[in-house]
């Protein structure tokens, strides 16, 4: 019989396993079954999120290091393994990867051209975001990373808006980029090391004794292939395009994790893995996070198309998260996590409004609304519930995560901590502005006949506002999953 560790193993490389062969499968199944493809991916994405669940469920967070391990050799010549495992910081976004794509399938009912490809590319997109979140060894982390890539590419350039290919060809050169500075750094780490192998539990322990020029130089290079994921400025601009030109869903997943996988790696293979490096140029990273708060703030006040203002959104509220990173304090990076998974919940809500506003009306230019809460109440009322939770109000995710930033970040850059704090005003000013275009004010008569919230964008909106709320008022039941995971690494700094 098999223990309950060896279950979490099987489940945890199931959480990639199942989407990669079951997208493979879909691909393979002929043409006829398109019709059913969605109901399937919905099928596969849930038992996804269940089995997310269930390790959410054993997870033990009193344990600093990592559980359900898997280490299974793979390559003997370059010390590469299949080694895969969970913390308290990779746990929430493996979760969030399964949540996003499970309502993604389900706000996908609009997508009826080439049905069986789309959804295959969605299952090979979870698989990727998954095996980035729990590879414990550099090459698999590395190889999930670029594939990632590759569904996401088609997923704009064939189902996007009437720019995808720019914004596809765009997207994918500058993560391309990035991603080879950062396997630069990868092979420097590796050789630098000499402990022959790419394990990211062996490497840590043997990097963190480099000279801290060294480790430096490597975080650099490192370090551009995150920035570009996060974005932080100026390596944003590939994503208002990208998201502009998306899909609905594909939205919701890039905004959701695939931004993640940045601030991810900058806390896995900063203060875990290059300590002085990470040190060296966090200040620099603060600067420029605290540049992303204020420009993305900024410029998403003057944008006239709603889903480009989210984008904006978007850059500045992931400048806190990397805020808080280069903090490097206990309050800085639980503030840091929280908010990377409230992000997902609020951005992906946001996304979704947006998507069922331009499937009535076929425009996102703000300028074509007006007074819509007068004949779609609900679907008013979910812009108003996400645009309070995105602003931090209180009782919503969106402020503990942005309050304990600040408070995190205040003893290490007063300044920049109080700019971060001014910079809410702008967050405030752009989205009730937002809100005064689109759902109030003298109705659009244009408008005067569409249609309220489905019971098919119920299903995929509802548990993001549960979540928000959830997350909002029981805080602890997030920060208690990754507390002694984040003490552990402040520990490391503080050597």
């Known amino acids: 019989m098999m223990t309950q560790m060896g279950t979490g193993q099987l489940v945890l490389a199931a959480t990639i396993l199942v989407p990669l062969v079951g997208g493979i499968l879909l691909s393979l199944i002929p043409r006829s079954f398109s019709g059913h493809a969605r109901g399937y991916a919905l099928g596969i994405s849930g038992l996804v999120l269940v089995m997310a669940g269930w390790l959410w469920a054993n997870f033990d967070p009193t344990v600093a290091g990592m559980q359900f391990e898997i280490d299974v050799p793979w390559i003997a010549g370059l010390g590469t393994a299949f080694h895969l495992g969970v913390d308290g910081l990779s746990l929430p976004l493996l979760f969030l990867t399964a949540l996003l794509t499970c309502l993604a399938v389900i706000a996908s009912a609009g997508i009826n051209d080439r049905e069986r490809q789309y959804f295959t590319l969605l299952l090979l997109l979870e698989a990727g975001l998954s095996g980035v979140f729990v590879s414990l060894d550099l090459i698999l982390f590395y190889l999930f990373w670029e594939v990632v890539l590759i569904p996401m590419y088609f997923l704009i350039s064939i189902w996007g808006g009437p720019n995808r290919a720019y914004a596809a060809v765009k997207f994918f050169l500058y993560t391309l980029a990035g991603s080879l500075a950062m396997l630069a750094g990868i092979i420097a780490l590796y050789l630098a090391t000499g ?242 275009r689109v759902t109030f004010g003298p109705l659009n008569e244009e408008r005067a006949g569409m249609p309220d919230i489905s019971g098919s964008e119920v299903a995929s909106m509802a548990p993001l506002a549960l979540l928000i709320l959830v997350v909002g008022v029981l805080p602890q039941s997030l920060i208690g999953v990754m507390q002694t995971t984040i003490e552990s690494i402040v520990a490391v700094l503080a050597r």
């Not at 790696?265 to 203060?271: A, K, M, S, V, Y």
């Open 195 to 436: 402990a022959k192998t790419f394990d990211l539990i062996r490497i840590a322990e043997s990097a963190g004794h480099l000279p801290a020029a060294l480790q430096t130089g490597i975080f650099i290079a490192i370090a551009v292939g995150l920035a570009v994921k996060v974005p932080i400025f100026p390596l944003h601009t590939w994503l208002p395009d990208a998201h502009v030109e998306a899909p609905t869903a594909v939205s919701v997943l890039l905004a959701g994790v695939l931004l993640k996988m940045g601030s991810y790696g900058f806390i896995r293979l900063g203060p875990g893995v290059l300590p002085a490096g990470f040190t060296a140029i966090a200040p620099v990273l603060a600067v420029l996070a605290v540049i992303s708060i204020v420009y993305g703030a900024a410029l998403a006040l003057v944008q006239t198309d709603l889903k480009r203002l989210v984008a904006y959104s978007s850059v500045s509220h992931m400048g806190y998260v990397m805020l808080g990173i280069s903090a490097g304090t206990t309050a800085g990076l639980t503030g840091a996590t929280v908010q990377m998974f409230s992000h997902g919940l609020i951005a992906g809500l946001l996304f979704l409004l947006v998507g069922a506003v331009y499937s009535r009306a076929h425009t996102r230019e703000m300028a074509a609304f007006g007074g819509i809460a007068k004949v779609t109440p609900i679907l008013a009322g979910g812009f108003v519930f996400a645009s309070f939770a995105s602003l931090g109000l209180p009782g919503m995710s969106g402020f503990i995560g942005e309050f304990l930033v600040v408070a995190g970040t205040l003893p290490v850059y007063p300044v920049l901590a109080m700019i971060s704090a001014a910079a809410v005003v702008l967050t405030v000013s752009y989205l009730l502005w937002m809100l005064r």
